[in-house]
């Protein structure tokens, strides 16, 4: 009995992303410990992924083991659409993966209960209850990297859907003339306001290829392409947001995702836009996140004693 009071309840967290694996053992109090990395390696085809991401998790169980702590079960967290209450991946385009029983999978080989999540919707929990949202009670988490997405949190909790597609605010159409979108439609805001089609509309007007943070550092430089590209940007998100905030009416807007990293070089003509074209409704305060790329981590613990108590 002594034994099993010490014996410190973990949760092996598993965050697959497009690129790279973070994965570590998040305790209940939101601590991680045990961080692992890898690539995830998709051009290898899904089986290959599906291997490592079991391979990752039974490395943690047993190294939770092996320092004397009881794994309660695995989290796991995606991008794409995800049937959170089947533990399906539906579909990621970014994992080549579509109709994988991935929580059947990992806990019939570890011999522990698995939940899958969604990566945007777990590192919006995270940023409300650990991060940059603590305090708020509705949080609205928008992640700005190769993609856009966003997560709406009420007292800790991601809104998922009824389909788990949720919070896909990179696919509202906000420049109906605009570049075509990898999802299929036209002027999207993630085709005209991501890090990546910051770097594609700066590589079309200056003729040499950028990614989002050398625009980021041409407009402190004073850059005058590099300050087109990112006002343009800039006025597309702030719609969004707006359109977000009339949804959702958020007392905070996170801003998460590799753009974020540009900090007030984005964020302060972020504030201003999204105020200037706010009419009734409340402004939402404006915020970087706090955790990094470890929020979709963390958030796969979180996820994960989530089901354990519903499941009691
Ligand atoms: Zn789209």
Known sequence: ????????????????????????????????????RCPTGADRGPAAVMATVLRVAGDLAAAARADGRRPRGVGVVVPGVVDEDRGVLVWSANLGVRDEPLADRVSAKLGLPAWL????????????????????????????????????????????????????????????????????GRGCLEAV?????????????????????????GVAAGDPTAARVWREAVAALADGLVIGQALVDAELIVVGGGLAE????????LRAAVKERLTFHREPALVPAALGDQAGCLGAGLVGFDHLEVAG
Do not use: W
């Not at 994965?23 to 109090?29: H, Q, T």
């Not at 991060?131 to 708020?136: D, I, L, P, S, T």
């Not at 890090?195 to 980021?216: F, K, M």
């Open 262 to 269: 540009a900090g007030e070089t984005l964020l302060a003509p």
């Open 117 to 184: 999540g969604h990566d945007v919707r777990a590192g919006g929990v995270a940023e409300a209850r650990h991060g940059a949202g603590r305090g708020a009670r509705h949080v609205l988490f928008v992640a700005v990297g190769t993609g856009i997405a966003a997560a709406q949190v009420v007292a800790g909790r991601a809104v998922a859907g009824a389909h788990g597609a949720a919070g896909e605010l990179g696919h509202v159409v906000i420049r109906p003339d605009g570049p075509g979108c990898g999802c299929g």
């Open 1 to 36: 009995m002594a034994a099993d009071v010490m014996m410190a309840d973990v949760m092996v967290a598993v965050d697959v992303g497009g690129t790279g694996i973070k994965a570590g053992l998040v305790a209940r109090d939101g601590t991680v410990r045990l961080r692992r």
């Open 193 to 217: 306001a991501s890090a990546a089609a910051i770097g594609r509309r700066y590589a079309e007007l200056a003729g040499g290829p950028a990614d989002a943070s050398q625009v980021a550092a």
